[in-house]
């Protein structure tokens, strides 16, 4: 599940890097999101082995919140700014459909796109590390 997870979200990243040279777009919010979304789901299923039904990001990152401090680290939300960056990068895509607002601020969707990016190698890491453990821990209690 979780490498399947952590598959879903590299696409999205790669495939908003290389819109990186066009204008972005809400379509780049909702790839972002879509990260987000996908990398949580996968460390959510590896650590705490549940799947949610319910995909808010809002939600999602609390769950994360409940064995990791990433979702703090990677999308704090204390201030004005972290609140209005976080709503962009939380809006779900469904919401975005009859959005007529195209084209989003530069700036802000590459800080939000390097966030991202350095979220979901965190938690590739933290959450293969994880597997690992829990591998091994099982392979030791079949020996004994």
Known sequence: MWRKRGAIANIFLKAHAERASCTLSTVDQVMLNLVAEDTCLGSIRA???YTPNYFSLNYLLNLCGFFTSLPEQ?????????ERLF???STHPSSMRFNYEWEVNQIDMDF???RCSE????AQ???DTELERLKSENVQTLNN
Do not use: C, H, Q
């Not at 990677?74 to 972290?82: I, Q």
């Not at 979220?119 to 965190?122: A, P, Y």
């Open 119 to 122: 979220f979901v190698r965190i």
């Open 47 to 49: 650590f705490l082995g």
């Open 112 to 114: 939000l796109s390097g």
């Open 87 to 89: 709503r962009m990068v």
């Open 74 to 82: 990677f999308f704090p939300r204390t201030s004005e700014e972290d």
């Open 125 to 127: 890491e933290l959450t």
